[in-house]
């Protein structure tokens, strides 16, 4: 029910403001499925109607992020230190790091009357689920574990024994693909055409 509380502060604020409450977006997928890009586009489309849940996570920036603007980096004690205080919504440990979504990156977005993004593992989708709020949940595919391994091979930043830690942790979250928290399912095979299927979901089901 954190999550729930975090949100409910940031509706009032909107309805005194005469803003439209928003229904929330929870995208999960394994690394490398192309997560980050698909949202990179709903954020150009859509800048005063969308907006990221920038996460916090230990582990290091990959070239080209930006602190505060793809993950808030933080150390390990720092983020074990937030956990303890209760400032998460849902964290999890993922490929030997912790990842979390805190409670202020999620106001801060609500509180401008745009649709919250959270791109979060399937950990974090099934805490947000029990929150009873009405988020809408996509689960974004690779088209095979091949392509996959070749998308995470090709960044050029992931050691060997890392590569392998994301293909054992994507198989394991493809498991999940029968959980009944989903309420789409995309392949992302070919990203306009995939792009142009979240996008018509998330005008129809998180901006009407």
């Known amino acids: 029910m954190l999550f729930a509380s975090a949100l409910s502060c940031a509706t009032a604020l909107a309805e005194e403001e005469g803003q439209e409450k928003k229904r929330p977006l929870v995208i999960c997928g394994p690394s490398g499925v192309g997560k980050g890009t698909l949202i990179s586009k709903l954020l150009d489309e859509f800048p005063n109607g969308i907006g990221f849940s920038v996460s916090h996570t230990t582990r290091s920036p990959r070239p080209g992020e ?25 964290y999890a440990h993922v490929h030997g790091n912790i990842y979390g979504t805190s409670k202020r990156a999620v106001s801060d977005v609500c509180e401008q009357g745009k649709v919250c993004v959270l791109d979060i593992d399937v950990q974090g989708a099934k805490l947000v689920s029990q929150a009873n709020l009405d988020a809408f949940f996509i689960f974004i595919e690779p088209p095979s574990m091949e392509a996959l391994e070749h998308r995470l091979r090709g960044r050029g930043t992931e ?16 498991a999940s ?16 055409e995939t792009y142009k299927s979240l996008r018509d979901a998330v005008v129809a089901k998180c901006m009407k």
């Open 66 to 90: 930006v602190n505060g603007v793809h993950y808030h980096f933080v150390s390990k004690p720092d983020m074990e230190r937030m956990i303890a205080n209760g400032e998460f919504v849902e």
């Open 177 to 192: 693909l029968d959980l009944p928290i989903w309420d789409s399912r995309l392949v992302n095979d070919n990203l306009a």
């Open 159 to 174: 050691t060997e024994e890392k590569i392998q830690l994301r293909l054992r942790n994507a198989s394991q979250e493809l």
